[in-house]
């Protein structure tokens, strides 16, 4: 399939802002995609990897502005010119094919295939010569591209489709193309998203084998699926309040985490789906001596606690430890990792989430040791109250020890990946901080004025799969913070205008505040006041930032 093919179906998409177009369209396309199925599914939305893969391309902004230098002839100024116009590289691209100083003499048809493997094959390069080598392969690219190519292939580069599709508009678009579009058969589709977080398996299952095959699928081994979500109770009896057979369990400040364990291979995942397993050789280590099953997935909250005081690190200093490459020795036992397991969704080969909590548990305790005193890995801390006087007396012990609160579980429920379905229910402290996404940032002045702040933030739109602004944070920023935000900011500059930079929406912070106003300033229509840095969430994604529903709910519950 040429990949202008491929374009003339984005600009379809972008001519519309109907929901069911977007859908109609890309149903159309699934269905007559044949073996290219996989890679329409992935590109549809501009993503080269499936949620739990790596991602990262190692190209910045900067360095495709360089490339499409290289490929047209055209200056850097002229392409950063164009490229703060529209506040788009991929336009800055086409414009910049339109303009090339030099043509290749024989230049091929570029091929939905090649496009896909090439981009994906930036990730493979290490070492020395790797940046030139991602920027020769790219600028081949570019050479073979007309303008309109051109623009998504670098648009695609960036993380920048523009195009208002989102999982929901993949989901359906599968469950048209191949089902008959229906509620139940968009609710099979999800399902089966739900335990595989790849739409590619998805689409091809559902073209090959239709509803029956869908419902086969479950969760496996080495392929992380997302938590399931906890929602947010008013109290400790609010939580309790129709919970059948309700338990307690300490709400740790710590790593969300699934173990994955066949024999002597461990790997473990974050919330984000990050493969983290070597920044973790203690938490291998641990699983490798304490826990006694063949195969297990196991759910878990990864805490690191101070040796001299007991008590438990604040997150934000012990998630350093989840980007680290170097050192990591040094880091592990700077923050040793004390693992608190919860949840126990496979082993020994059988998938568990279609059972009850209170079965899962069952099997969980008897595959760990359980001398608590001495093991790296230990059964969260919980209690299942015969009253609400018990139940808040367990969530002061959990305050007390330097946890965040309580999760309330129903016991006879099964595990949904990332569903908040009412099964658990979190209780925490008011005035709770906000976690919000990065969309823009600008240099600071004076002797900061290589360090980026003053940050533009966001929520998470779910109903529109959209972020949606909330004010911006200008002040309390330490030197320390500002550069860290500049080096975790700067790869992911997307356009600059003057000392303002539009940032990639990937980088998720914790917010704290004085209260929710009501401003039109705002494309949420509300602003916060007095926003202050709390800290990275680099175990949360965009769509796992705070949703723009709780911030509504917050407003009104001032």
Request: proline share 3%; hydrophobic share 35%; net charge negative.
């Amino acid at each position: 399939m040429e990949y202008r093919r491929l374009v003339e179906i984005y600009d379809r998409l972008d001519a519309t802002s109907s929901t069911l177009k977007k859908t109609d369209i890309l149903a159309d396309a699934f269905s007559e995609a044949g073996d290219l199925l996989p890679e329409l599914i992935q590109l549809a939305r501009g993503r080269l990897f499936a949620s739990w893969e790596s991602d990262e391309l190692g190209v910045s902004s900067s360095l495709t502005a360089q490339a499409i230098a290289n490929a047209t002839g055209v200056n850097n100024d002229q392409i950063e010119s164009w490229w703060r116009e529209t506040g788009d590289l991929g336009d800055a691209a086409a414009n910049a094919i339109e303009n090339r100083a030099q043509t290749t003499l024989v230049s091929d048809t570029l091929e939905v295939r090649t496009v896909y493997e090439t981009l994906r094959g930036l990730t493979e390069y290490e070492g020395t010569g790797s940046q030139d080598r991602r920027i020769n392969d790219i600028a081949n690219l570019l050479a073979d591209a007309e303008p309109n190519e051109a623009r998504y292939i670098v648009r695609t580069i960036v993380g920048a489709m523009r195009l208002g599709v989102g999982e929901g508009t993949i989901r359906d678009a599968i469950a048209t193309a191949f089902l008959d579009g229906s509620d139940e058969a968009i609710q099979t589709v999800e399902r089966a998203y739900e335990v595989t977080n790849d739409f590619r398996t998805v689409g091809e299952t559902a073209h090959d084998q239709g509803r029956n095959g869908l419902k086969e699928l479950d969760i496996e081994l080495f392929r992380p699926v997302k938590a399931m979500l906890a929602q947010k109770a008013e109290n400790v009896a609010d939580a309790l309040n129709g919970t059948e057979q309700p338990l307690a369990e300490y709400k740790y400040d710590g790593m969300r985490t699934k173990i994955h364990i066949n024999g002597d291979e461990i790997r473990v995942f974050t919330r984000r789906l990050e493969n983290v397993t070597a920044q973790f050789p203690d938490i291998v280590a641990a699983a490798q001596e304490e826990i006694t099953a063949e195969s297990a997935i196991i759910e878990a909250e990864v805490v690191a606690y101070d040796p001299e005081t007991d008590s438990p690190i604040p997150f934000q200093e012990f998630s350093k430890r989840i980007k680290r490459k170097n050192d990591i020795n040094e880091m592990a036992a700077e923050y040793p990792a004390t693992v608190h397991v919860f949840d126990l969704l496979y082993h020994d080969g059988e998938p568990l989430i279609n059972r009850p909590l209170s079965q899962r548990i069952e099997c969980l305790e008897e595959i760990i040791d359980h001398d608590e005193d001495k093991g790296t890995i230990q059964r969260a801390e919980n209690h299942q109250p015969a009253s609400v006087e018990e139940a808040e007396s367990f969530y002061a012990d959990a305050l007390k020890a330097g946890q965040e609160g309580l999760i309330v579980k129903n016991m006879n429920a099964l595990y949904q990946p990332g569903s908040r379905v009412g099964y658990m229910l979190k209780v925490k402290p008011m005035m709770e901080p906000l976690d919000l996404v990065v969309v823009q940032a600008k240099w600071s002045e004076g002797r900061k004025s290589d360090w980026l702040g003053r940050l533009r933030l966001a929520c998470w739109d779910a109903e529109h799969e959209e972020l949606r602004e909330v004010g911006r944070m200008f002040s309390g920023l330490t030197d320390a913070e500002l550069r860290e935000i500049t080096a975790k900011l700067e790869p992911l500059i997307q356009s600059v205008d003057g000392r303002t930079a539009k940032i990639r929406p990937e980088i998720v912070i914790e917010v704290e505040y004085e209260e929710i106003q009501e401003s039109t300033t705002y494309d949420s229509g509300y602003a916060l006041r007095f926003p202050r840095f709390g800290g990275f969430r680099d175990d949360l994604g965009p769509e796992d930032a705070d949703q723009f529903e709780r911030v509504e709910r917050l407003y009104e519950e001032q």
